[in-house]
């Protein structure tokens, strides 16, 4: 059974409690201290010990639900009036912070005949994300220096600030057949 992160703190204390009442339970403290020549802080380092196990027992669980939520993306639909697109946002702060901004609509323009930008209405959180990326073809990125939306069209080399947000999947030539256009970025239907 894998625990969902925000129910995992609950779930250790839980656990941690449980630990210390079953030691408590069987050793209460007066006379089974006094047999095996152990003070009361002697127990309580042994109950903090066992709560220290029981957390190191849970990590792996936290850390597999982690893995998993990895692999979990939202799914946004990019419209044009001449069609739409779909695309899938990557698992970042960045790509999350930009799901929360949706709908959005935006102006796109055309930049040095390679991608698509536009403002977005505000920046995005990049700590602990790469410096930089190569760009692909249909990667839905974030430009840090600039705050600005930038959808690749063509290959670009690596640059520095240029954050994935995501990846388009469909024919891009729904946004290259006019150098300006206006979109709308939402959330699709998860089905």
């Known amino acids: 059974m894998l625990i969902r992160d925000r129910n995992l703190p609950l779930f250790i204390a839980s656990v941690s409690s449980l630990i210390v009442y079953a030691i408590e339970k069987a050793m209460p403290k007066r006379v089974n201290a006094m047999a095996h020549n152990l003070t009361y802080r002697q127990l309580s380092k042994i109950s903090v010990t066992s709560a220290v196990i029981a957390l190191m027992l849970i990590s792996p669980f936290s850390h597999a639900e982690t893995a998993n939520q990895s692999t979990e993306f939202m799914n946004i639909l990019i419209t044009t009036d001449k069609g739409e697109l779909k695309a899938t946002l990557e698992q970042n702060a960045a790509s999350e912070a930009f799901s929360r901004l949706l709908p ?3 102006d796109l323009s055309d930049y040095h005949a390679t991608e698509k930008i536009a403002d977005l209405p505000s920046k995005l959180p ?52 006019e150098d300006n256009l206006r979109v709308v970025i939402s959330p699709a239907d998860n089905d």
């Open 104 to 106: 959005l609509e935006l």
């Open 126 to 177: 990049t700590k602990g994300l790469p410096d930089g990326i190569d760009p692909e073809v249909g990667d839905l990125t974030y430009f840090a220096p600039w705050g600005n939306l930038a959808i690749f069209y063509r290959d670009f080399g690596y640059s520095r600030g240029l954050i994935r947000l995501g990846r388009i999947e469909g024919d891009l030539g729904l946004l290259t057949a």
